[in-house]
């Protein structure tokens, strides 16, 4: 189970609210390089995997992540809190404002609700991994890209702190990837799913 | 700054260094340096967290230590005006 700690993992203070830039970090929500996506991607990958280490970084990464899908609502909420009708159409906000009003809610920031088809879970390490590799990089280039539209030291402070995270769990992962290869047999290193294959780590192929 | 919101920014930077430990750890279970770390710092970071919910109210629901059911009535963490 999770127990919740009433704290952010990192402070999110915005002094000034902006719907636009709300729109542009609802992106890392409810987009496709999102944290709820990551949460759900790792957090589900750990049931089959076999390595235990692999599975305390599978854990203790989509765990943090719970808690990064908190830090981009907190911004969501922030940046939404007393807008006016001026500001709203302004931002071009109006689409978000009429289904969700100033609610937190996970869609992209065209507005497409988010979709489980963002996350693999293959039941087989290596595809996994390699699979949480790509997304830590994709969610550090939405960090860049979204880096280079907002102008709010409040929001890229925070955005910052996001990013740098990203290449922290690519490095974990990268450790990850090398212990599942080093339980695989070396000289037939997609022959076996060590994660579902039986005799796997005995020297004989699923062949 | 106030004396709590002293104590509450120091847990979130020790819970930081102890967090980051833990996911070098999973991988590196047997790095003695490391465990002397997560030691070290989980330690103290148990002993502020006790101090701060004597003190001033929990940090999880297992941690309403008052008379009064407290953890509804501060502030959460997305709010502005949480500390």
Request: charged share 25%; aromatic share 12%.
């Amino acid at each position: 189970m999770w127990i919740y700690e009433r704290q952010l993992q990192y402070p999110v203070k915005i002094k000034t609210p902006n719907p636009l830039y709300a729109k542009i970090v609802a992106a890392q929500l409810g987009g496709p390089h999102g944290e709820l996506g990551a949460a759900m991607r790792y957090l589900n990958q750990r049931y089959s995997t076999k390595n235990r280490k692999v599975v305390g970084i599978l854990t203790d990464v989509g765990t943090e992540e719970l808690g990064h899908m908190e830090m981009i609502s907190a911004l969501m909420h922030q940046l939404t809190r007393s807008m006016t009708r001026e500001e709203i159409i302004k931002a071009g906000f109006e689409g978000y404002f009429i289904n969700h009003t100033a609610g937190v809610y996970p869609a992209d920031t065209t507005g497409v609700p988010f979709d489980t088809k963002y996350i693999a879970s293959n039941g087989d390490a290596l595809a996994d991994i390699h699979e949480d590799l790509a997304a830590e990089q994709k969610a550090r280039l939405a960090y860049d890209n979204i880096l280079r539209l907002i102008d709010d030291p409040d929001v890229c402070d925070v955005i910052k702190f996001l990013r740098e995270r990203e290449l922290v769990h690519y490095q974990r992962f990268g450790e990850a990837l090398r212990l599942t290869q080093d339980d695989l047999d070396a000289q037939n290193f997609y022959g076996w799913n060590p994660d579902f294959d039986r005799g796997f780590g005995k020297g004989k192929s699923c062949k | 700054m106030t004396e709590q919101k002293i104590l509450f920014r120091q847990i979130q930077l020790y819970k930081f260094a102890v967090h980051e430990t833990i996911l070098y750890l999973d991988g590196h279970p047997c790095d003695k340096k490391a465990l002397e770390f997560y030691k070290k710092y989980n330690c103290k970071l148990s002993e502020m967290k006790k101090a701060y919910e004597d003190k001033y109210g929990p940090l999880t629901s297992f941690g309403n230590l008052q008379g009064t059911w407290k953890w509804v009535e501060c502030p959460w963490p997305w709010e502005i005006d949480s500390l």
